[in-house]
């Protein structure tokens, strides 16, 4: 039986923070992730993030953190460290078939969004996503 020799990466988004960041006008998300590997052992490279409402998609911008960056988001002070980047984690050291990564993805998108994702409505979860309707 021929072995896998390509990665099977599964991620899930656990949360999701985002703030406008005054000083250079962007709004600032940050994913808290969890990066499985199913397949083959590989690196994993080339992260890409897309906001997608409606019919309208918009590529964000991949940011990384140079040193520790504190936000500030419903009067509570969040504070993220450059070694929780989920991509820092995984661009050099495989991660092996079977292994996972926990970590922190950063994106910005230019301008003040936050009021426009706030206002967008919250899709209706009480039905279990992926399995077929009875």
Do not use: Y
């Not at 709004?27 to 309208?56: K, M, Q, Y």
């Amino acid at each position: 039986m021929p072995r896998d020799v390509t990665p099977d990466f599964r991620l899930s988004i656990e949360n999701l923070v985002f703030v406008h960041h005054a000083p250079t006008d962007e709004t600032i998300f940050v994913f808290s992730a969890l990066l499985v590997n199913r397949g083959a052992p590989s690196v994993a490279l080339n992260w890409e993030a897309t906001l997608a409402v409606g019919d309208a998609t918009v590529r964000m911008i991949r940011s990384c953190l140079l040193g520790p960056r504190t936000m500030l988001r419903e009067g509570q002070e969040l504070t993220f460290q450059p070694g929780a980047d989920l991509s820092a984690k995984t661009c050099e050291r495989r991660v092996l078939r079977g292994g996972a990564r926990v970590g922190r993805l950063f994106f910005k998108l230019p301008g003040n969004v936050t009021g426009q994702i706030q206002a967008w409505p919250v899709p209706d979860r009480s039905e279990p996503r992926g399995l077929p309707r009875q």
